[in-house]
């Protein structure tokens, strides 16, 4: 009912940066919610932001004042600025989406996801 797209993704050495992005397409459902999970090898998943229908964000702990979520709602394009990166980053960041308005909670739609690796 949803397609997302990341990209984005790539290799870049510690304290540099990168910008996700997440484009919604052949979408039947009204979409409230977007998020960013990413899963590192032998780790598991972990919601990184999210924002909600009215603008809120969340963020995790680990990505607080490095990381900003902000989305162009008529677009249905969903970004993550990720500054200041460091080696425990490196993952697979995937793009997600519910019909809930609230950030938090689980997501229903996923996409493919786009792979970030941060050298030391």
């Known amino acids: 009912q949803v397609q997302l797209v990341e990209s984005g993704g790539g290799l870049v050495q510690a304290g540099g940066s990168l910008r996700l992005s997440c484009a919604a397409a052949?979408?039947?459902?009204?979409?409230?919610?977007m998020g960013w999970y990413r899963r590192a090898p032998g780790k598991e998943r972990e919601l990184v932001a999210g924002i909600s229908s009215v603008g809120s964000t969340y963020y995790a702990d680990s990505v607080k004042g490095r990381f900003t979520i902000f989305r162009d709602y008529a677009k249905d394009t969903l970004y993550l600025q990720m500054n200041s990166l460091k080696p425990e980053d490196t993952a697979m960041y995937y793009c997600a989406a519910k019909r809930q308005w609230e950030a938090t909670g689980s997501y229903d739609y996923w996409g493919q996801g786009t792979q970030v690796t941060v050298s030391s």
């Open positions: 052949g979408r039947t459902v009204t979409i409230g919610a």
